[in-house]
């Protein structure tokens, strides 16, 4: 069996702003071959296939399945690198962010790649040992960028999820999970695909069209879920830390840090630790018939973002006007010891703040958030949302300094240092 994207219905969908225009196409029909496949029973233990476990996501839901005992198996797909086996990678990973794996049989580390053609680049005894076994795939890989073009998702992400498609409708029926991001929310208009910027980026236009991917799976038979988690954050599970500067919200707060100032937001921020993010996943996927559509968040308000972190609540354009005052290019910012570096620097703080920071971000979070309430409820954790962030901003190398300190830094060399970070590739 083969799905495929019509043409480049895709690109057309993006440029009308319409759903419609996509068009998928299966090389048969795909509700009549789903009958005659093997099911698990409903109360029976489900057998996972998971994508991206030595990510920061995917280790946290690696974890919360082994603690589980409707899971038989899990198969955590894992690409060699260099001179690491897929195992030894696995390890470092969470040992990286001190989450422990458990040794355990239900556990089995495959080499392979699922971006690589219809077998995920596996055997061909591997692949049809998994066809005939897997109830579950959860994929939770994929790389974060806002600086590459849709087309580089569209071959890493969207074609890759194709193929899965056509493996969870071979020989065992198979529910199909992965990962999106609420930032496809912030298309709120035909105009907004006009739109190119920060927020407006190839990754945001790809977890789009994912979603509409998922609601074609549905109507064909295929049990398609999509979780669209907001900011995710660190866990008690990993003393609080995670990938820090990587991710753009940590951006915006060490440049509120910078001011010790927040906006007065309309609605509030929605943010979800990794670890309630994992149990939310878990629990959907692993039920016998799991929601299409998932929105796995808690909210901080700016009250709250001020009290956590002792800074000053002011109006929007306050905020703007005083972030753009202090990054701007100045000669009396520049070092004569230092004279391209601290231009350079000044300049990438200049770009960065007007990118991460533009004029309607208030109206983009109130759009983000009110997609998600309308949903469900904010999913409960273990504490509160204040606290995961204060905990983690303070265990930043980064951020954590900057809030000792209390007050501006001497440079802006450490902010440069974050933004070179938030442009490394993750999977």
């Not at 994912?210 to 660190?234: C, D, F, M, N, T």
């Not at 991460?356 to 983000?368: G, H, K």
Request: with cysteine; proline share 5%.
């Amino acid at each position: 069996m083969r799905i495929d994207i019509v043409g480049k219905s895709d690109y057309f969908a993006l440029a009308l702003g319409s759903p419609k225009a996509l068009k998928i196409r299966a090389s048969e029909p795909v509700a009549p071959r789903l009958k005659n496949l093997t099911r698990a029973g409903a109360n029976e233990p489900r057998t996972v296939l998971l994508l991206g476990a030595t990510g920061f996501v995917g280790m946290h839901i690696l974890y919360e399945l082994l603690q589980r005992k409707d899971v038989a198996k899990i198969y955590a797909l894992v690409r060699k690198k260099r001179a690491a086996s897929p195992e030894a990678r696995l390890t470092a990973s969470m040992r990286g962010y001190g989450l422990p794996l458990e040794k355990s049989d239900r556990l089995e580390v495959i080499d392979g790649d699922f971006t690589h053609g219809h077998q995920f680049g596996l055997s061909d005894a591997h692949y049809t040992k998994l066809l005939g076994s897997v109830d579950v795939v959860l994929n939770a890989a994929g790389a974060t960028n806002h600086t590459y073009p849709y087309a580089y998702f569209r071959s890493e992400a969207i074609v890759p999820l194709l193929r899965m498609m056509e493996f969870c409708a071979t020989e065992r029926f198979k529910t199909l999970h992965f990962i999106g991001s609420m930032n496809g929310e912030v298309f709120r208009s035909k105009r907004d695909f006009l739109r190119f910027g920060f927020y407006h980026c190839g990754y945001s236009r790809m977890k789009w069209i994912v979603k509409y991917l998922a609601v074609w799976a549905r109507e064909q038979g295929l049990a398609a879920s999509i979780y669209l988690p907001p900011h995710i954050v660190g866990s008690s599970l990993t003393a609080f830390k995670d990938p820090g500067l990587r991710y753009s919200f940590w951006h915006m707060v060490w440049y509120a840090s910078q001011l010790r100032k927040v906006w007065d937001a309309e609605e509030p921020v929605p943010v979800i630790s990794a670890d309630a993010l994992a149990r939310s996943v878990c629990d959907n996927a692993l039920l016998s018939e799991p929601r299409m559509f998932a929105y796995p968040a808690s909210y901080i308000s700016s009250a709250e973002f001020a009290q956590a972190f002792g800074w000053t609540v002011v109006p929007w354009k306050e905020f703007r006007a005083e972030l753009k005052r202090t990054f701007t290019f100045s000669l009396r910012k520049w070092n004569p010891k230092k004279p391209l570096s601290s231009v350079f620097d000044m300049l990438l703080h200049m770009f960065f703040t007007r990118a991460l920071f533009t004029n309607d971000l208030p109206d983009l979070i109130s759009a983000i958030t009110r997609a998600a309430q309308r949903h469900e409820p904010a999913v409960a954790t273990e504490l509160p949302p204040s606290r995961y962030i204060h905990e983690c901003a303070r265990r930043n190398y980064i951020i954590g300094r900057s809030m000792a300190a209390g007050a501006l830094p001497s440079g802006q060399g450490e902010g440069v240092m974050a933004l070179k970070e938030l442009t490394r590739e993750r999977v």
